[in-house]
């Protein structure tokens, strides 16, 4: 995860050294460095920005008010000489403040709480995992059978129908599907397609040998597009 940044100082020694610690952090990218607020608003407008290293004591307009002026605020992580802005800076919601000259081991700390706090908000606003459910129904003459997931041993495609195999259950149910139609009701962690006729449960393969998977007393082929993905899983769990 990157975090863009943005360097605001009116000191064109002090911008040097922002720029200088910011290109030493792997996870900040630096888009522009500005000698005043006006400079960053014109940045602000045009590039999103997800953190600003910010002074306090510019010309034309302090930092603490060009921050109350922003409608959308981005990270704020204060650098300055001056520590009587600092409890200001806190009502304004501050990442760090950061007193100049600021030893690098403290510059990487700041920058690792704006991090965090972008990694927190992301996870906030991220949407939950849809799970798929244990169970879906097919069609089978004229009624709907409702299929547990986990019991499927594997299914075969047969062109316009379907056969899925059952633990404990001698025949298969035959539907009237695609093999792609019931892939997609099922949860991809817990199947997988093995040939281009066969589906089957991950969870109750048994023995994988020349190129066969067995699986009771069946034996499943296995497709030579299929094996690297199917191996790939098999020395996951070795």
Known sequence: MKLICLAIDDESLARKMLEDNIRQVPFLELVGTCKN?????????????????????????????????????????????????????????????????????????????????????????????????????????YSLVKITASEITHIEGMKDYVKIYLSGVSRPVLTKSTLKGIEEKLAAKDFMRVHKSYIVNLSKIESIRNREIRIGSWEIPIGESNLEELMRFVLNKS
Do not use: H
Not at 64 to 75: A, G, H, I, S
Not at 98 to 119: G, S
Not at 128 to 137: A, G, K
């Open 37 to 141: 607020a006006f400079e960053a608003m014109e940045v602000l407008q045009s590039q999103t920005v997800d953190l600003m290293f910010l002074d306090i004591q510019m010309p034309g307009m302090l930092g603490t008010k060009f921050l109350e002026t922003l409608p959308e605020k981005p990270m704020v992580i204060f650098v300055t000489a001056y520590s009587n802005y600092a409890v200001e800076s806190y009502d304004l919601d501050v990442v760090d403040y950061l007193m100049k000259p600021v030893p690098l081991e403290r510059f990487v700390k700041a920058a690792y709480k704006a991090l965090e706090i972008k990694q927190k908000n992301m996870a906030a606003s991220s949407p939950p995992p849809i799970e798929t459910p244990d169970f879906f129904f097919v069609n089978v003459e």
